[in-house]
């Protein structure tokens, strides 16, 4: 074939056999079949030859070596892990560690997610297969799925391993984040520690086992079983501050005492009229406001409907989690005057210092479904309790954003900044051990989702 058949028939080849009789294209093609076959004694040349040759021998030699760079150079495909999971995390006042675990690249994968978490990276740009990421440190990161080879700051580095996915989670070599952070990063043998500050860490590590904490959403979607309760209450008494009457006196012991130093540091009087409840407590209390609409007229459909808006339905009331207050002043009791009161005004300006947030206003009845209730504050822990304050967000929507968003960043009033970390799915650990003081550690999102708070060097 000539240069310009061979391009005829690359580029269309149906044009050439309208053109050309197909018998006159397969004779021009037999013949030159014909001229390359060995004929007679010359077969016996081929069957001989060329393996006794040195020169080729050590010729064959350097191309398989050649095949091998260039395998060596274009990768086979990356080996996808069938199994990957963290089977520990220890979050200190000061420090982060996880124990990754894979299958296949064994100890040199973390989560995507922990570099961009702990190292504030933004994905820039998604392209079929590569990923562009900025650091806070202003590296720019472009990874490929599939290669080791990671380009930073437009310089190509190699890793030990490529970037592959297990299910929704993209794992990238671990050595990866001492590349970026080699001050803060440590990585080995599948173990990735983030110093979080130079603060020495404070008070115990306590073993987590059922991720309860602070911030746990309750609301009709949410709901506590039946059988959910704390099992650290404290009597509020017993704390020589705040009086609380009747006979929900208790709260959880972070809360009590958060309630407790909120009395003792502001000249503003008020009692707890109701803490904790227990799923029975609040039945009770239901069917009670179901049956006074019903003694007032109402049809007993109507006056379900009526008292959900009132009393949470058991279940989906915060007092079941022993983090929630009714407060009152004498006369004041349960009634929307109590946002005049002086207690009112203070509470609702200073509560969120203390870890508290005034949970039902005025502004959002249209996303909690429950009326304006100036005298009920919940618990949620500094600085999530500043964050709703300062930016009015309602607790509702901050877990669910939390939950599609995973990650935020804060700076707060104290002088710190903040992480604030949802993991869920694969990303959940199979353990976690967290110290906890003020807020500080993991919670529940009452999900699937686990939410650390970590607090970082500004
Ligand atoms: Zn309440």
Not at 61 to 66: A, N, Q, R, T
Not at 93 to 110: F, P, V
Not at 403 to 417: C, H, I, L, P, S
Request: aromatic share 10%.
């Amino acid at each position: 074939m000539t240069n310009n058949a061979r391009r005829t028939s690359g580029l269309s080849r149906r044009k050439v056999k309208s053109k050309t009789s197909g018998s006159l294209k397969k004779t021009r093609h037999d013949r030159s079949l014909r001229k390359i076959q060995p004929k007679g004694k010359n077969k016996k040349i081929y069957a001989k030859s060329p393996f006794n040759n040195l020169l080729t021998k050590v010729g064959i030699i350097f191309g398989v070596i050649l095949v091998f760079y260039l395998i060596f150079i274009f990768e086979f495909p990356a080996n996808y892990p069938d199994k990957f999971n963290i089977s520990n995390i220890t979050l200190d006042s000061n420090k982060i560690s996880m124990q990754i675990e894979t299958d296949s690249y064994k100890g040199k994968l973390i989560p995507l997610d922990i570099l961009l978490t702990i190292g504030k990276g933004e994905i820039t740009l998604i392209g079929e297969k590569e990923t562009t990421i900025i650091f806070s440190n202003n590296k720019k990161v472009i990874l490929t799925e599939g290669s080791r080879k990671i380009k930073i700051d437009g310089k190509t580095e190699k890793l030990n391993a490529p970037v592959v996915k297990y299910k929704e989670v993209v794992l990238v070599p671990g050595e990866l984040a001492e590349t970026l952070f080699p001050k803060s990063a440590k990585f080995n043998n599948g173990e990735i520690a983030f110093i979080l500050s130079d603060s020495k860490p404070e008070g115990d590590y306590l073993d987590f086992s059922d991720y309860d904490g602070y911030l746990r959403l309750v609301n009709k979607e949410n709901p506590l079983t039946k059988n959910y309760e704390p099992t650290d209450l404290t009597n509020v008494n017993s704390l020589d501050s705040i009086i609380a009457y009747g006979t929900n006196t208790k709260l959880r012991n972070e809360a009590a005492n958060a309630l407790a130093d909120m009395y003792k540091e502001n000249d503003v009087h008020y009692a707890m009229s109701s803490g904790f409840r227990t799923f029975e407590n609040q039945t009770e209390l239901f069917k009670n406001e179901v049956a006074d609409n019903v003694k007032a007229g109402q049809t007993e459909e109507q006056a379900t409907i009526n008292a959900g808006t009132v009393v949470a339905f058991p279940g989906t009331s915060e007092h079941q989690l022993g983090l929630a207050v009714d407060v009152a002043i004498p006369g004041v009791v349960l009634t929307e005057e109590f946002k005049n009161t002086p207690a009112g005004k203070w509470l609702d300006n200073n509560s969120y210092k203390y870890g508290f947030v005034l949970r039902y206003t005025k502004e959002q009845t249209a996303i909690t479904n429950i009326i304006f209730e100036p005298w009920h504050f919940r618990y949620i822990g500094y600085p999530h309790s500043e964050i709703l304050f300062k930016e009015g967000i309602v607790f509702d929507t901050y877990i669910d954003t939390l939950r599609t968003q995973k990650v935020k960043y804060y700076q707060a009033e104290d002088g710190n900044d903040y992480i604030i970390w949802l993991l869920s799915g694969s990303l959940i650990p199979e353990k976690l051990n967290f110290n906890t003081s003020n807020g500080i550690g993991a919670s529940s999102d009452n999900g699937d989702g686990i939410i650390l708070t970590m607090r970082t060097q500004s």
